[in-house]
């Protein structure tokens, strides 16, 4: 496209998006892609079709449906899908691409490399595999797919040391605060007014490695020493879930936890909350954290990347090892036996660091920093 020099001195491009849903770019682009479409940047997002997408094509964006299996492993499918990326891309032609989770990024940035078209990568996350056959496929895809990135993105310092090895330290890198936090959407709420009950959200994916089996043990323990709790979990079982759907709706039962199905505006609910409880195993940036804190509702969580950097440990809340169900239950102790002011001021202090660190629109200037450099080198 590069038709022309905007008002802000930014060149007018054809940018192209990737992602595996809809979802990842409503909830975690939202601000940069209407950005780049005030800026007069010639937008097309190109994922699986979804309902939040019309809110885009209705703000001026194209639209490319491409299905994709997020978790699936069929050979095929996932050479089908290369194919449909190399066709779409050659075809559109676009300045730059931005490309988001782990398939959409490796298979999207082959393309890339294959047709020349400069990219950067936000991957947030590293696929986890004990399997050594597996993890050296992966190996294998993370080097093809990312190597020719004109940027890395990365979230947080264990993928970027991870893959910056893997990359032989050649590629071009910024750290990024994950996707951010709208501090406008999610706006400071006033906390619980007080203890009765005190109540512990779990929001994520019900599956194992999301920390949901140590979330239920803890839960069982503090219920049976606080009667003044609530232990609820927001989120979506999945096909081979565990065993865990029935072991929730037995706890359920037994007035030990409650189960708050899927919910579009989780701002409702974190509001009702005193604390998020984020028992993950590995993570790239969660916004679970982001979004309790940007409430004002503290966060107590597996010190693993992903999660630390979100919590200044005993001041905006605390972190625990990852799957140390003992530890995890004494944090939740000692944040009980706070004083409610003491609660409330931890809730405050996670809103103060959101607002100097986790500002999603340090994330949107980094990204058009990076955009423009690109187009800069194409004159």
Request: hydrophobic fraction near 35%; glycine fraction near 8%; include cysteine.
């Amino acid at each position: 496209m590069k038709t022309g020099i905007h008002s802000n001195s930014i060149i007018m491009a054809k940018i192209a998006l990737i992602s595996n849903r809809d979802n990842n770019f409503y909830n975690f682009r939202s601000e940069l892609i209407l950005k780049l479409v005030e800026l007069g940047h010639d937008v097309t997002l190109v994922c699986p079709y979804g309902k939040k997408i019309d809110f885009f094509t209705e703000r001026g964006c194209s639209f490319i449906d491409i299905d994709l299996d997020r978790r699936g492993k069929n050979a095929f499918k996932d050479a089908q899908l290369i194919a449909n990326y190399y066709r779409t891309l050659k075809g559109l032609k676009p300045d730059v691409v931005l490309t988001y989770t782990t398939k959409s990024s490796i298979y999207g940035g082959l393309c890339c490399r294959w047709l020349k078209i400069p990219y950067i990568v936000n991957n947030a996350g590293l696929v986890e595999n004990n399997n050594k056959l597996l993890e050296f496929i992966l190996k294998i895809l993370y080097r093809t797919g990312f190597k020719g990135a004109s940027c890395m993105m990365y979230q947080n310092s264990r993928e970027r040391d991870y893959v910056n090895q893997l990359l032989k330290n050649k590629v071009h890198y910024r750290d990024i605060p994950g996707s951010g936090v709208n501090l406008d959407a999610f706006s400071y709420q006033p906390y619980p007014v007080d203890d009765n009950p005190i109540r512990f959200n779990f929001v994520g994916r019900i599956v194992g490695f999301k920390g949901i089996g140590e979330f239920l043990e803890c839960a069982k323990r503090i219920k049976a020493k606080y009667s003044n709790t609530e232990f609820v979990i927001y989120g979506s079982f999945v096909d081979d879930d565990g065993g865990f759907k029935e072991q929730i709706q037995e706890l359920e039962k037994n007035g030990i936890v409650k189960y708050g199905g899927v919910q579009l505006d989780m701002k409702p609910y974190i509001t009702k909350a005193h604390a998020v409880i984020h028992s993950s195993y590995y993570e790239g940036m969660t916004n679970v954290i982001l979004e309790h804190a940007a409430i004002g509702r503290p966060a107590i969580a597996s010190d693993i990347p992903g999660c630390r950097e979100g919590i200044d440990n005993g001041v905006s809340g605390y972190t625990f090892p990852v799957q140390d169900v003992d530890k995890l239950a004494e944090a939740v102790d000692c944040f009980i036996q706070m004083d409610h002011s003491d609660k409330e001021q931890m809730g405050r202090k996670s809103r103060e660091k959101m607002e100097r660190e986790f500002d999603r629109n340090i994330v949107t200037n980094i990204y058009l920093e990076e955009i423009n450099k690109i187009i800069n080198t194409q004159l």
